[in-house]
């Protein structure tokens, strides 16, 4: 009967929000999920960044509806009192419904088929114009495409890391690994500990590691008071080296943007190779990018000489850099705050710190359909096929409850995005905001 249920206030649950003591809410259901932190498929960190809290909102987006099965052996037995939903709330799960009633989370049409068939096609380019021809605008060209096949993989690593785009869960772990480890050389573990939470605390300056560029990038001047990263557990520190970057960053942020996959390289081994840390398949993750410093290598030293092996290396890495940039774009210049993310105002929280990048229908295979980053981040377990097709419905719900939906052109995204790092930009050069100066500093802001 309803009297005897065990209730318990959120300011209760509240209470209960760190490892060996986490407890969260679901549609007013409380779970002790401390036993579930270090198997979650999702990485401990959205468990940890939304404990004590209603995750209801962030639950649905995430989870198909036979999750809701196996919450049942982790039911405390309370209910949460005060539970509530608000109206954003109640349309964004009607939305989410209704889409799922509709078959679209499982309509993928052939998009991997395509992805991993052009992908094919493009390694044998690559093949060809290296092994093959002797011109070194053939070698440049390899380069280009080799840049294109390192986008178009990733956009399958990315798809089959948030819902499976292959016949098996076996099947789909592969397709992580190629597409990810072997043809990249980026860690399909490395990703996931990153994405899952850089979707769950979308642009918290504190708790979204996809912000957290210290000391090269600040998006905010609220970085500027070396705050601590809840996901790395270290402190951002904005000392002399970072302030004299950051006050140049809207000049350093295109050419760094085309070496940028050095630094995941290097991210990658360091998630790897850190003993402290548990990676979920560990060995196959190490396997997958020993075959990338295997092939990469190799194919480099096939051209004639170091000119063009530097030449080959740096166009590649450029020309991946636009979809870096472009990761930047939907980001950089939304809204930012500080703090943990808070499950009841999911839907507000991922409409503020996202922006789409409009373009035509025959562009979304360049982008990988994360130009609508907007509605990639509401339902994330929906096929790149159909954003396209609920923007429409998205935009609608934003105008409906006086949330903003921006959708930029690419050329204005960018100006957005520098226009942003400008602003932090002459915010580090004053002078007024104290920290110890470095000799570079000195010389290249001494005037008169």
């Known amino acids: 009967m309803e009297g005897e249920k065990k209730y318990i206030s959120s300011d209760e649950l509240k209470q209960h929000d760190e490892l060996g003591d986490l407890w969260i809410s679901i549609q007013g259901k409380v779970y002790d999920v401390s036993s579930w932190v270090n198997k979650h498929p999702g990485g401990d960190g959205p468990l940890l960044s939304l404990a004590g809290q209603d995750v209801t909102d962030a ?18 037995g309370y209910y949460l009192k005060d539970f509530s939903a608000s109206d954003v709330s109640r349309d964004y799960r009607r939305l989410v419904s209704e889409f799922s009633k509709s078959g679209l989370f499982e309509k993928k049409g052939h998009v991997a088929f395509c992805s991993l068939f052009s992908v094919s096609v493009m390694v044998l380019i690559v093949l060809y114009g290296v092994l093959r021809c002797e011109s070194v605008w053939s070698h440049l060209g390899s380069a280009m495409v080799l840049g294109m096949l390192w986008m178009q993989s990733t956009y ?10 292959m016949m098996t869960s076996g099947y789909n772990k592969i397709a992580q690994l190629l597409a990810g480890n072997c043809v990249t050389g980026i860690s399909i573990a490395w990703w996931k500990w990153t994405h899952n939470q850089h979707h769950i605390a979308c642009n918290s300056l504190d708790h979204d590691p996809d912000l957290q560029h210290i000391p090269m990038f600040a998006v905010s001047s609220h970085l500027f008071n070396s705050i601590t990263s809840y996901f790395y557990g270290r402190k951002l520190k904005f000392d002399s080296l970072a302030r004299f970057f950051i006050s ?12 940028a996959r050095v630094n995941l ?37 096939c051209l004639p000489n170091w000119e063009q092996r530097i030449m080959f290396v740096l166009t590649s890495f450029a020309v991946t ?10 980001h950089f210049s939304a809204n930012v705050y500080i703090g943990p993310p808070e499950g009841n105002n999911w839907f507000e929280k991922q409409t503020s710190g996202t922006l789409d990048i409009s373009c035509s229908s025959w562009m979304d295979w360049f982008f990988g359909g994360l130009q609508f980053q907007l509605e990639h ?4 377990r ?9 923007s429409p419905l998205v935009r609608d719900l934003c105008k409906k409850h006086n949330l903003p939906y921006r959708s930029l052109s690419f050329f204005e995204a960018n100006q957005w995005t520098v226009r942003t790092l400008r602003t932090a930009a002459l915010q580090a050069r004053d002078l007024t905001n104290p920290v110890p100066k470095n000799l570079l500093w000195e010389a290249v802001n001494t005037h008169g």
């Open 156 to 165: 399958v690593g990315h798809d089959s890391g948030h819902y499976q785009v």
């Open 382 to 390: 929906l096929p790149r096929c159909q954003l396209r097709k609920v």
């Open 377 to 380: 981040h509401l339902f994330p």
């Open 59 to 76: 639950f649905i987006a995430y989870h198909p509806g036979s999750a809701w099965q196996y919450l049942d052996e982790f039911f405390t």
């Open 248 to 259: 140049y960053q809207h000049w350093t942020f295109y050419p760094v943007m085309c070496v």
């Open 265 to 301: 390289f290097l991210q990658t081994f360091l998630l790897l190779f850190n003993p402290n840390r548990r990676v979920p398949d560990r060995a196959l993750n190490i396997m997958g990018i020993l075959v990338f410093w295997t092939w990469f290598p190799l194919l480099v030293s």
């Open 321 to 330: 850099s636009i979809q870096h940039v472009q990761f930047c774009l939907n």
